[in-house]
C-alpha cells in the first residue's frame, strides 16, 4: 500500500491493519531527506511492523532517483527501492528508457530494485535483464482509479514471465480490479488513491484485501475457460433436437 | 483576589487566551520566545480562511462542528480588538479545470455526505461564476460555491491581538525563551512562575512534552497582483497541486499551500513555489503580472488524527494539534478552554478533543 493522501496518520494506520498490507511505500523525495525531516512519519510507519519500501517519486532524471535511492538506504536502512522515474507530470507515465538505465545502476550498487513501469513486455523484460526480480506494471495511470486498461498486456507479462514477481502498481479504483489483477496470476496489487480518498479508508482496504484473496483463489483453483455460448449444466429434456432449430 | 494565568505561546490561540482570561478578570502573563510581531508563528504563515464547510472534504466532523461554532464568534472577536482587521464574509469559490472534473465531483460528493444542511454549497455554472468573480467566468464553466464562509487577514489579526494585548494589563514577555511548563508553573532558567493555570499554547514548540505531535510543512506565497481582480477564496482543485488563492487589501493574493509531512522550516523549495505559481497562473493569467513579494514557511503541530486537543492536568492545561484550523477553531477552543478554568464546566463542543487522548 502506499502512504500518502490519507485524511490523517491514524486513518492510514488502520487502513494498513485493516488490509494486512506487509509492503508500504514512502515517498521522500520532498521531506528533505537530507535532514531526515519526515522522520516523526516515518517513525509512524515503522511502528506499524510492516516492511517500509521507500520509493523515488517525483523524481525525473535517472541521476535524481539514484540519489534519492541512495538517500533512501541509509534513512530506511533497506536496500529496497520502488524505482520511479516519471516522463510526464500530467499522467505520471514513467519513463521507460530512465527506468532501465536507474534500475541498472542501483542493482550493481546493491539494491532490491522494485520498477513501476508500463505494460510494455520489452522493457519488462530488460528490467529483469538488469536483475529486477519484481517488476510493477501499472494497471492506468497513477490516481486515476481506471483499473486494469490494457489487461490483453499484462496477461501476455505473466505468459511471458514466468519466474519474475508481478506486481500490479496504480490505476486500481475498485476492489474487484484488484481481483481481476489477481485472477491473471499477478503475484500482488499495489494501492493508494482507490483506499487514501475513499470516505472510511478502513474499510476500504478491507475490500481490496478480500478481493485480493478471492483472485488469488480463483487463479490457483484454475479459472474455466469462457465459451462462446450458453452451455447448460443440466441437460435441457424440455428441448430436444434444440440445436436443429438454428 | 483574582486568578493567575501563565500563557506560553503568543500564536493566535495564545494570543486570544490571554484577551479573553483578561476580560473574564483573571491576571495574565503570556510568554514566548519569538517577537510581539509573531513571525515565527504558524499564525504568521496561515491563510486565514475561515471554511469549515470545504473543509469537509477531508477533515473530521468535529473539526467542522468546532469551525461552524468559531465562524459565528469571529466578528464579536474582531469588534473587541484595537485596531481593525481584514475580514469579508463573501464565501468561497471552488474551481476545477476540465480535465480534473472528477476532482470537483469528488469534493461534491463528499461534502454531501457530510454536510450539516443542504444550503451550505451551491453548484454554480458559468453564470454565476460570472456574478461572483467575473474574471474567472471565462476559464471556468462549473463549480461549487459554498456561501456562509469567511476570510480574514491573520497577519492583521495577530498584530490586532498583539496591540489589544498592550493596552490591556498584561504582562507580556516577548523573546523569552521558556525552559519548562509545568502543573502551575512556568520555569525560565532558574526562576518558577507559579500560577493558578498554565496554559500550553506552544504549538510544535510542545514537542518535547507532547512526543505524538509532528509537523506537517506548509509553503505560500504572498503575490501582489494589480492585474487580478478577486473578492474571495478560491479553490482550485487538481489531482496533486490543489491550491488555494486568497484576497488581502490591495490586490495582494495568498497562494498557499502545500501539505508535506515533514518539521522542515528551511525556505519554500523550487517545486513548490512552481507548483503554486502554476496553478495560480492557470486560476487566472493575470498572476503572469503579479511580483512575488513574498514566501512563508511553517510547520502545522498535528496529531496523528489530525484533530486538536485539550488536554488538562493539575495546574496545566495543554492546547495543540491545530494542525491546518488554527484561524477556523480558535475561537470555539477558547470558549472550552475558558469554561473549564474559569467555571469549572464542560462546553458541549469539549467531547472528543477534551476526553479522547490519556497522555
Not at chain 1, 513501476?116 to 526480480?133: N, S, V
Not at chain 1, 482507490?194 to 480463483?218: C, H, K, Q, Y
Not at chain 2, 473587541?80 to 480534473?100: I, M, Q, T
Not at chain 2, 496545566?316 to 477552543?333: D, E, S
Request: include cysteine; charge should be negative.
Amino acid at each position: 500500500m502506499g502512504s500518502a493522501l490519507y485524511p490523517s496518520p491514524d486513518v492510514m494506520r488502520d487502513a494498513i491493519e485493516a488490509a494486512g498490507a506487509e509492503l508500504v511505500t514512502v515517498a521522500l523525495r520532498r521531506q528533505s531527506p537530507q535532514q531526515a525531516s519526515g522522520s516523526r512519519f516515518w517513525e509512524l510507519i515503522r511502528e506499524l511492523n510492516v516492511r517500509v519500501l521507500p520509493n523515488t517519486a517525483g523524481c525525473r532524471t535517472v541521476k535524481e532517483a539514484v540519489a534519492t535511492a541512495q538517500m533512501a538506504r541509509e534513512l530506511f536502512e533497506t536496500n529496497w527501492i520502488k524505482l520511479e522515474v516519471i516522463g510526464d507530470d500530467y499522467t505520471l507515465q514513467p519513463d521507460t528508457a530512465a527506468l532501465v538505465e536507474a534500475a541498472d545502476i542501483l542493482i550493481k550498487e546493491g539494491f532490491e530494485v522494485l520498477p513501476y513501469t508500463t505494460e510494455d513486455l520489452i522493457t519488462a523484460q530488460k528490467l529483469i535483464d538488469a536483475g529486477c526480480r519484481v517488476v510493477m506494471p501499472w494497471g492506468s495511470y497513477i490516481g486515476s482509479g481506471r483499473g486494469l486498461v490494457n489487461k490483453f498486456a499484462l496477461q501476455t507479462l505473466r505468459a511471458r514471465l514466468p519466474d519474475a514477481t508481478l506486481i500490479v502498481d496504480a490505476g486500481l479504483g475498485k476492489p474487484s480490479e484488484a481481483a481481476h489483477a489477481m485472477e491473471l496470476g499477478f503475484d500482488a496489487v499495489l494501492v493508494n488513491s482507490a483506499i487514501a480518498l475513499s470516505a472510511d479508508p478502513p474499510t476500504m482496504a478491507e475490500a481490496f484485501a478480500n478481493a485480493v484473496e478471492a483472485g488469488r483463489a480463483g487463479y490457483e483453483a484454475g479459472l474455466m475457460s469462457p465459451r462462446d455460448m450458453a452451455s447448460p449444466s443440466t441437460p435441457t429434456l424440455g428441448t430436444p433436437f434444440w440445436h436443429a432449430g438454428t | 483576589m483574582s486568578s493567575t494565568a501563565g500563557i506560553v505561546g503568543a500564536g493566535v490561540l495564545g494570543r486570544m487566551m490571554a484577551v479573553e482570561l483578561n476580560a473574564r478578570g483573571w491576571a495574565v502573563s503570556l510568554y514566548d520566545r519569538d517577537t510581539e510581531k509573531g513571525e515565527d508563528s504558524c499564525s504568521w504563515t496561515g491563510a486565514g480562511m475561515i471554511a469549515p464547510y470545504c473543509e469537509l472534504e477531508a477533515a473530521e466532523q468535529i473539526v467542522t462542528e468546532l469551525g461552524v461554532y468559531s465562524k459565528d464568534k469571529w466578528p464579536g472577536w474582531l469588534e473587541r480588538l484595537a485596531e481593525p482587521v481584514f475580514y469579508k464574509s463573501l464565501g468561497s469559490l471552488v474551481v476545477a479545470h476540465p480535465n480534473d472534473r472528477d476532482e470537483l465531483l469528488r469534493l461534491r460528493r463528499r461534502v454531501l455526505e457530510n454536510a450539516p444542511r443542504p444550503d451550505i454549497m451551491e453548484d454554480v455554472g458559468i453564470d454565476r461564476i460570472r456574478e461572483l468573480e467575473p474574471e474567472l467566468a471565462e476559464r471556468f464553466r462549473s463549480g461549487l460555491y459554498f456561501p456562509f464562509e469567511e476570510h480574514l487577514d491573520n497577519r492583521d489579526l495577530m498584530r490586532a491581538l498583539g496591540e489589544t494585548i498592550r493596552r490591556k494589563d498584561i504582562e507580556w514577555n516577548c523573546g523569552t525563551e521558556v525552559t519548562a511548563v509545568e502543573s502551575n508553573a512556568v520555569v525560565i532558567g532558574d526562576t518558577r512562575h507559579t500560577f493558578d493555570w498554565v496554559l500550553d499554547c506552544r504549538g510544535l514548540g510542545a514537542q518535547p512534552d507532547l512526543p505524538h505531535l509532528r509537523g506537517v510543512r506548509g509553503e505560500l506565497l504572498y503575490l501582489h497582483a494589480p492585474e487580478v481582480n478577486l473578492s474571495r477564496p478560491v479553490r482550485l482543485m487538481h489531482p496533486r497541486y490543489s491550491i488555494y488563492i486568497v484576497p488581502r487589501a490591495g490586490h495582494v493574493y495568498v497562494v498557499g499551500a502545500t501539505a508535506i509531512e515533514s518539521d522542515n522550516r528551511g525556505p519554500i523549495t523550487v517545486r513548490s513555489a512552481l507548483e503554486l505559481l502554476s496553478a495560480a497562473y492557470t486560476v487566472h493569467t493575470g498572476f503572469a503580472e503579479a511580483t512575488l513579494i513574498e514566501s512563508s514557511v511553517n510547520c502545522r503541530p498535528g496529531f496523528p488524527d489530525n484533530l486538536p486537543r485539550i488536554l488538562p492536568d493539575q495546574g496545566l492545561i495543554r492546547i495543540n494539534g491545530l494542525y491546518r484550523h488554527g484561524f477556523l477553531i480558535a475561537p470555539a477552543l477558547v470558549d472550552i478552554v475558558c469554561e473549564f478554568i474559569d467555571e469549572g464546566s464542560t462546553h458541549p463542543l469539549a467531547e472528543g478533543i477534551m476526553d479522547a487522548w490519556q497522555l
